[in-house]
């Protein structure tokens, strides 16, 4: 009998699934509310359903006959996945009651504090107190906490509604503009920690954590009092050595607690000498518009492992029994352009950057006469993911990229926010 896989995303990151998934002679359904997803050029069938829209998509899964799901790079994708595969009496690496632990910062945070694992300390305030409270009642609530903090949704992804608080006097205000973006009751005010930050992805298999990449997560403060933005990603991590074990560790105790036996686990997580680890996020998918570094600096296919989780598991261990985090193949980075909502008019040095020879995959988001939109389709201006032979020509190209990168506005104003490599205490030497 040909599997019949439904892919659950029809965007840019989801034609290598796509693609991958018909070279294994799979029939593939592909389904999200994004009409014009490119993935669906490359898929057998395409439906126009709202992921939210749960029951429909549960629906179609029957009458289609489909004998498998699977998604990944985003959280609310991974949310509806598993309720669908619940509805549509799918195979799932997680069920609807675990969900809370992976897309609840609230439930997350409860939990890693029932464990005894680090995070940065945090409250939770209601919003009609930060609406009707006294400033005294709002400042009893987030007592010992120490400055600067950040207030966050408990229910969004993506860096959304998201601020800064450096002192006392903004608390009321910074919270009340996260409080816009949320349909919780409640948001979550955390102490904000300036060490350095790493994206770790794994894979569950049998109850144990297997370690497929960590990456230092590098951002830039594009404007003052702006929230740093995602700027490069970089493979592998400088300091892989110093938190692989920990991270890890990490990881295992809270799966023994939420129950996960198999599938995808990833973590953001804050790291400083002589401080240690903090988490800061946990989620059961892979990082969008990143899972392709494994692929360029590993040559572990992120495609292939969701594919054979659905059909093929006995191959998994032979991918991880090949895989060694400790031996890049190559170097590699993505490196991500923000911008100002402005109207796109002129890319010219943005294309001439994708044809250097680093570059692995460029990926221009607008076309000219388009307005940049906040929190879109396009989650920035421009990526390139770019390689080299060691870390050094990497930091160069890297330079060159962030000194380089312009696209203007009719009136010739700069839409790129201009992006700053971090400064580090500690450089690594084993790369030269």
């Avoid at 998201?162 to 948001?187: G, N, P």
Wanted: charged fraction near 30%; hydrophobic fraction near 35%; include cysteine.
């Amino acid at each position: 009998m040909k599997h019949k896989v439904l892919i659950l995303g029809t965007l840019g990151e989801f034609t290598e699934l796509v693609k991958k998934a018909k070279e294994k002679g799979y029939e593939t359904v592909v389904c999200d509310g994004y009409a014009d997803g490119i993935a669906r050029t490359y898929a057998d069938k395409a439906y126009t359903i709202p992921v939210t829209d749960v029951d429909a998509i549960a629906l179609m899964c029957r009458e289609e006959g489909v004998d498998g799901i699977i998604t990944s790079f985003s959280d609310l994708l991974l949310e509806c996945m598993v309720k669908i595969a619940d509805k549509a009496g799918l195979p799932c690496y997680l069920k609807p009651e675990q969900l809370s632990w992976y897309r609840d910062k609230s439930a997350c945070r409860d939990v890693l504090d029932k464990l005894g694992l680090p995070a940065p300390g945090f409250r939770k305030i209601s919003v009609e107190l930060l609406k009707q409270g006294s400033e005294e009642e709002i400042q009893q609530s987030i007592a010992n906490l120490q400055y600067p903090l950040i207030s966050k949704p408990l229910d969004k992804y993506g860096s959304r509604g998201i601020f800064i608080i450096h002192h006392s006097d903004e608390v009321r205000k910074k919270a009340l503009q996260t409080a816009e973006y949320t349909d919780c009751q409640e948001i979550l005010v955390e102490e904000y920690n300036d060490g350095y930050e790493f994206n770790m992805m794994t894979w569950v298999m049998d109850g144990k954590v297997n370690v497929i990449s960590i990456a230092d997560r590098e951002k830039t403060e594009m404007e003052e009092g702006m929230l740093p933005l995602s700027t490069r990603n970089v493979y592998p991590s400088r300091f892989l050595a110093e938190v692989e074990k920990s991270a890890t560790d990490i990881l295992q105790n809270y799966i023994r607690y939420t129950g996960q036996t198999e599938g995808a686990l990833s973590m953001q997580f804050f790291w400083k000498p002589g401080r240690g680890i903090q988490v800061c996020e946990i989620a059961g998918r892979f990082f969008g518009y990143e899972h392709e570094l494994t692929d360029m600096v590993y040559g572990f296919q992120t495609e292939e492992l969701l594919l054979d989780y659905l059909y093929e598991k006995d191959r998994i261990k032979e991918m991880f029994h090949r895989h060694d985090i400790h031996h890049p193949v190559k170097y590699g980075a993505v490196l991500y352009f923000q911008g100002r909502q402005l109207q796109i008019a002129d890319q010219t040095a943005a294309c001439e950057l994708a044809k250097e020879k680093c570059v692995v995959k460029p990926w221009i988001f607008y076309k000219e006469g388009e307005r940049v939109i906040e929190y879109g389709p396009n989650p920035y201006l421009a990526l390139y993911y770019i390689e080299t032979e060691n870390r050094r020509q990497l930091e160069l190209e890297t330079e060159k990229f962030f000194s380089e990168m312009s696209i203007r506005d009719p009136e010739g104003r700069e839409v790129a926010y201009r992006n700053k490599i971090p400064e580090y205490e500690k450089e690594k030497k084993t790369d030269d």
